[in-house]
């Protein structure tokens, strides 16, 4: 496992002249900060800076992959986001992940580091009125260096492409079914972090291959040290004890869950694009049927859908946990 | 000028200034300890930022560090210096610099002037409560701890270990019984002058040093000297989760907090804004009621038990109890049939009319999810894949019951279907299984097929069977199991119906009246003799008379006359 760790590092050194960097602003020395990779998210951009930013981020770092739809310039007047951009391939660098360590190295030293994708929207207990620093703080108090989120797939009723959203909106509002609970979860064996999959997408596109489905587990807040390294997305880090957010008595930590708005209404042309890059996941031909499905133009809802209300629902759904905090 | 405070302040001055402020302009005298670790020039540029106050003073700075004598040491010289300059002062606070008023100081200032001589601290002996968080108790008083527990845990460890050992005990001065109880009190003049006045108080001091975590026992214990009136509570609200940390209150209490009418608050997080507006800035109404944080107490202590014993029946993110650890497999009672449908026709829709529960077909049938009314997808969005159900069978049936809390799920169950969840159901203390062993030969009975094939299938369905009850009868199995051969059954169906019935202890359930219509079974015995006649034992129905041994003659039976 050493080893594997030290290979990951070594590749994302040597990945560290990929990125030029478009504009750095000051980046304050408290608080959270935010790593991103994207590529054309012009429509989630707005709201989602809003949001890190409501729940107290105080920089953004992001690594844009060749965008062409304004997401470059958008980012770069921002007066919280540092921007560093590459055309290198998104898979020859891990999907992304080679570049935001380096830069995690680099910048994220002994602080609390999100990496969070421009479509994923994280909420936790009473994150409505506690903000990142109140949770990290917590974390800090129980000697938690990770904290662990579920990822969450929201739809919206009727045919994903026929939805109505502009940039900027609350994309909840489009936006607002979900599958409460049909997840599995068990323990990986070699990483030791919980696995989960389940919800909509393996609800309705993995029926016949279950092991494919996409995994919903996620570890995307840390509080960084030289020498980690994420191996797959976030879904793992590596060393392993930082995989350990979860409870193996009978007891429940605190987490919270990543709203996924993948399924706004540009799906179908992104499916097209991700799938002519071929750019996703290793065995991008599996997939293929897969994006296929999603470009179809395909209605998620069922009757056991429910509505997203707030993160108080999604705790008594259980889908979070306040643990003690 | 009857309340003096004392605030110990180490981190988040700025919220300590505007508690100050408060504290002051109600007119009480502040005597401020900045801890020692602070640098210089913040605690300069504090003093003088609290220079415009009046009646502030700063005591001399010690270091404090959870657990250690540097607290007593402060709360010592602060509190001897407001006895000191502020002769008026009949009641001494002692509060934190994360703590915040709750309610208007007026309020406290008649609270303790009604109450001349009551001391405030919570002050009870180690043997009698069971408080303690880490396994130190009575040893606090009798260790030596030389050493920081956060920073030199390895060798706060070690010196325990070694102390217990060789049985080094310390004795405990005489006169003193060591007590214990929150470290935020509120003493009278009286006795908090004569603790800090009293002759033997180097002998005190001394060993209290060595003690643990001091600051909840110095005070706490000398008390019980010198105090005419002691009310064992702290005016100050402050809770612990179950590692002894506080818990802190954010915005989203502040309903809460109003509703507890307790004078003083800690641990508040300094960014939350609302909770300070509101109870530093705006009027608040003078109550004159007791404390009573009843409300707060049972959700905090809520908190604690979520974090240590969890949701029984939940399996999520932070949550996968390994096997054995669960705290409940499942979140609630389910029924498993198993050879009911078999037996009778219209089981199913019987089922859910008598009893007005969820009545499910078989949910690990293998071709799908038999949902109630076949369904494609159920509550919590669980879909009749069966491929997707087998994956996890265990978590299927988890999340099936997680999702229906509150509503009594039944499924039936068999030896057709796959059988990954049977050692779960059979442990699992939330099942209750009713088997009717060998009922899965009547749809064979009934089936046109090779009888070379019904008598290979019957082999093989008898074994997963008997198997399966193996697992219900073992040592491990908690489910509530009942089991009755196919022959005992038919005997007195009702009966058998009833006792499950009764233990289901479903809701507006009358005397059955009205049976299931059961199978037509006349030729049954026959059926399973020619089984055996092929060398296929079938026992798990149990004695079946074979209606009568069959002979070469054809009944003679005349066609009835068909008369216009």
Same mark, same amino acid.
């Given at each position: ?134 949770? +990290? ?94 191996? +797959? ?75 997203? +209300? ?16 | ?101 709750? !309610? ?30 880490? *396994? ?7 260790? =030596? ?24 005990? =310390? !004795? ?131 908190? %604690? ?5 969890? =949701? ?43 009893? *007005? ?11 799908? #999810? ?16 069966? $491929? ?19 509503? !009594? ?17 059979? $442990? ?54 009942? %089991? ?27 005397? #059955? ?40 003659? !054809?009944?003679? =039976? ?7």
């Amino acid at each position: 496992m050493r080893w594997k760790r030290r290979r990951l590092l070594y590749r994302s050194w040597k990945r560290r002249n990929d990125l030029t960097r478009v504009s750095k602003k000051d980046i304050p020395s408290q608080g959270v900060l935010v790593f991103a990779t994207l590529r054309n998210e012009m429509l989630r951009l707005p709201h989602w800076l809003d949001h890190y930013r409501a729940l107290g981020v105080s920089h953004f770092l992001v690594v844009d992959n060749g965008s062409d739809d304004g997401s470059t310039a958008f980012l770069a007047e921002q007066p919280d986001v540092s921007l560093w951009s590459t055309h290198h391939s998104y898979k020859a660098a891990r999907f992304g992940v080679d570049w935001l360590t380096c830069l995690q190295h680099r910048y994220g030293r002994e602080r609390w580091c999100l990496t969070v994708d421009a479509d994923e929207v994280l909420i936790y207990p009473e994150s409505n009125t506690r903000d990142l620093n109140a949770l +990290t703080a917590h974390l800090d108090a129980q000697n938690r260096r990770a904290f662990g989120c579920l990822m969450l797939d929201l739809y919206p009723k009727g045919p994903v492409g026929q939805a109505r959203y502009k940039a900027g909106d609350d994309p909840m509002t489009v936006l607002r079914w979900f599958d409460a609970d049909n997840y599995r979860a068990r323990r990986h064996e070699v990483f030791g972090n919980l696995w989960i999959q389940g919800g909509v997408r393996d609800r309705l596109f993995f029926g016949s291959r279950p092991e494919r489905a996409p995994t919903l587990n996620k570890t995307p807040l840390v509080k960084w040290q030289r020498g980690y390294v994420y191996v +797959t997305s976030t879904h793992q880090i590596l060393p392993r004890d930082l995989n350990d957010v979860f409870d193996l008595g009978e007891g429940g930590r605190v987490s919270g869950v990543l709203l996924h708005t993948k399924f706004l209404p540009n799906i179908g042309e992104k499916s097209h694009e991700e799938l002519s890059r071929a750019q996703h996941f290793e065995n991008s031909d599996l997939y293929a049927p897969y994006y296929a499905a999603l470009i179809d133009d395909p209605d998620l809802w069922c009757d056991a859908s429910v509505a997203y +209300t707030g993160p108080d629902q999604l705790i008594d759904l259980g889908l979070m946990s306040r643990g003690n905090w | 000028m009857s309340v003096g405070v004392v605030i110990l302040v180490h981190t988040a001055l700025n919220r300590a200034e505007q508690v100050i402020r408060h504290w002051s302009e109600a007119g009480c005298p502040v005597v401020i300890h900045v801890d020692k670790n602070v640098p210089r020039a913040t605690y300069d540029a504090f003093v003088s930022s609290l220079s415009d106050v009046p009646d502030v003073l700063f005591s001399k700075r010690h270091r404090c560090e959870w657990g250690t004598w540097g607290i007593v040491a402060a709360s010592q010289s602060a509190s001897a210096l407001m006895l000191k300059s502020f002769p008026d002062v009949r009641h001494v606070y002692l509060a934190s610099g994360s703590c915040l008023p709750l !309610r208007p100081v007026k309020d406290l200032q008649r609270y303790l002037e009604q109450r001349p001589r009551t001391d405030f601290i919570e002050s009870a002996t180690t043997a009698d409560v069971p408080w303690t968080q880490g *396994g130190l108790d009575f040893e606090r008083f009798t260790l =030596r701890f030389p050493f920081s527990w956060r920073k030199q845990r390895f060798l706060f460890d070690r010196y325990v270990e070694f102390q217990r050992r060789l049985k080094i005990y =310390r !004795r405990v001065p005489d006169g003193i019984v060591p007590h214990m109880g929150s470290q935020w009190w509120c003493l009278t003049r009286q006795t908090l002058s004569a603790i800090l006045d009293d002759p033997e108080r180097p002998v005190y001091d001394r060993y209290f040093k060595r003690v643990w975590i001091p600051d909840e026992s110095y005070f706490q214990t000398l008390v019980r000297l010198y105090s005419q009136n002691i009310e064992s509570r702290s005016l100050t609200l402050s809770k612990f989760d179950y590692q002894g940390k506080p818990h802190i209150f954010y915005d989203d209490h502040l309903q809460l907090l109003r509703r507890s009418d307790c004078f003083v608050a800690r641990k508040i997080w300094p960014h939350a804004d609302r909770l300070y507006d509101h109870f530093l800035n705006e009027e608040n109404p003078l109550k004159g009621a007791e404390p009573n944080p009843g409300k707060i107490d049972r959700i905090f202590s809520k908190a %604690v038990e979520r974090r240590t014993r969890g =949701r029984a029946g939940l399996f999520m993110q932070s949550r996968l109890p390994r096997p054995g650890h669960e705290n409940g497999f499942t979140s609630a009672s389910y029924s498993v049939f198993e050879g009911f449908t078999e037996l009778f026709e219209d089981f199913e829709p019987w089922l859910a009319r008598i009893t *007005g529960t969820r009545v499910h077909g078989h949910l690990y049938a293998k071709d799908r #999810v038999h949902f109630e009314g076949e369904q494609k997808t159920f509550s919590g969005a669980l879909c009749d894949n069966a $491929k997707l159900r087998d994956h996890h069978a265990q978590l299927f049936l988890i999340n099936l019951v997680w999702n229906t809390r509150g509503e !009594r799920q039944c499924f039936q169950f068999g030896p057709t279907d796959t059988q990954f969840a049977s050692w779960d159901l059979a $442990k699992d203390p939330n099942a209750q299984i009713s088997v009717i062993s060998g009922a899965w030969a009547i749809p064979l009975f009934q089936s046109n097929r090779n009888f070379s094939d019904i008598r290979a299938e019957a082999a093989e369905l008898q074994r997963i069977e008997s198997e399966h009850i193996n697992a219900l009868r073992s040592p491990y199995a908690k489910a509530r199991v009942r %089991v009755w051969t196919l022959a005992d059954f038919i005997e007195t169906p009702m009966e058998a119906l009833q006792t499950v019935l009764d233990e289901m202890r479903a809701k507006n359930l009358r005397h #059955v009246t009205e049976a299931p219509k059961m199978a037509d079974l006349s030729g049954f015995g026959q059926f399973l003799q020619n089984l055996k006649n092929q060398g296929m034992h079938p026992y798990l129905m149990g004695d079946f008379p074979a209606d009568s041994a069959p002979t070469n003659d !054809r009944p003679t =039976r005349r066609r009835p006359y068909l008369v216009r």
